[in-house]
Nanobody, 120 residues
Framework: VQLVESGGGSVQSGGSLRLSCAAS????????VGWWRQAQGKERLYVAI???????LYRDSVKGRFTISRDNVENTLSLQMNTLKPDDTDQYYC???????????????WGRGTQVTVSS
């Protein structure tokens, strides 16, 4: 399985970015898929997840600003990021895994990440 992110970059506060993740050896239409973020030396945190039951979970700090979506035909996962803030600055990772329950996920596959930098 290989996950490859794209779309990161540098924007000013209030701007938008769209992250994309392409997969080989994995179908985004199944299991759990999501976007996570991590600063160097810090814990990796979820940003937006599509669970095995199809439910979508967003981190409180991005609700109303970020939208996760998947294209089952193109087999891609996206994260539309609007009204970006300097606190959104981080390395963002695409992830996929197995649904171990209706709401639980075991994350098994990770991309290498793409950097998002928001300046004030």
């Amino acid at each position: 399985v290989q996950l490859v992110e794209s779309g990161g970059g540098s924007v000013q506060s209030g701007g938008s970015l769209r992250l994309s993740c392409a997969a080989s050896g994995y179908m985004f239409s199944s299991g759990c898929v999501g976007w996570w973020r991590q600063a160097q030396g810090k814990e990796r945190l979820y940003v937006a997840i599509i669970r095995g039951d199809g439910g979508i979970l967003y981190r409180d700090s991005v609700k109303g600003r970020f939208t996760i979506s998947r294209d089952n035909v193109e087999n891609t996962l996206s994260l539309q990021m609007n009204t970006l803030k300097p606190d959104d600055t981080d390395q963002y990772y695409c992830a996929a895994g197995t649904a171990v329950s209706a709401t639980g996920c075991q994350w098994q596959h990770w991309g290498r990440g793409t950097q998002v930098t928001v300046s004030s």
